[in-house]
């Protein structure tokens, strides 16, 4: 499912325009993104959950070359899905 197609979605079932649910979706996204950019946890009771987590820098291989690289500390955004949701799945 593409965003557009998500949109389409939301509208028909919470009886929105489409517009109505581009802008849900848009504030949602928006919200989220700066609530994990200041380090917070996003707790959707029943989804899931969107955190911050810190990859610490840790040594690899060039696959091509079989030569040992150094792979950067990084950070990167984690979802735990929810007991609902991964129930009904």
Same mark, same amino acid.
């Given at each position: 499912?593409?965003?557009?197609?998500?949109?389409?979605?939301?509208?028909?079932?919470?009886?929105?325009?489409?517009?109505?649910?581009?802008? +849900?979706?848009?504030?949602?996204?928006?919200? %989220?993104?700066?609530?994990? $950019?200041? *380090?917070?946890?996003? #707790?959707?009771?029943?989804?899931?959950?969107?955190?911050?987590?810190?990859?610490?820098?840790?040594?690899?291989?060039?696959?091509?070359?079989? +030569?040992?690289?150094?792979?950067?500390?990084? %950070?990167?955004?984690?979802? $735990?899905? *929810?007991?609902?949701? #991964?129930?009904?799945?």
């Amino acid at each position: 499912m593409n965003k557009a197609q998500l949109i389409d979605a939301i509208a028909e079932k919470a009886g929105l325009t489409k517009a109505d649910a581009k802008k +849900a979706l848009d504030a949602f996204v928006d919200s %989220t993104t700066d609530a994990l $950019k200041n *380090g917070d946890r996003v #707790a959707l009771i029943g989804f899931g959950s969107f955190s911050v987590s810190t990859r610490s820098a840790r040594t690899g291989r060039n696959p091509q070359t079989g +030569a040992p690289i150094t792979i950067p500390e990084k %950070t990167v955004v984690k979802f $735990k899905p *929810g007991a609902e949701l #991964a129930d009904s799945i």
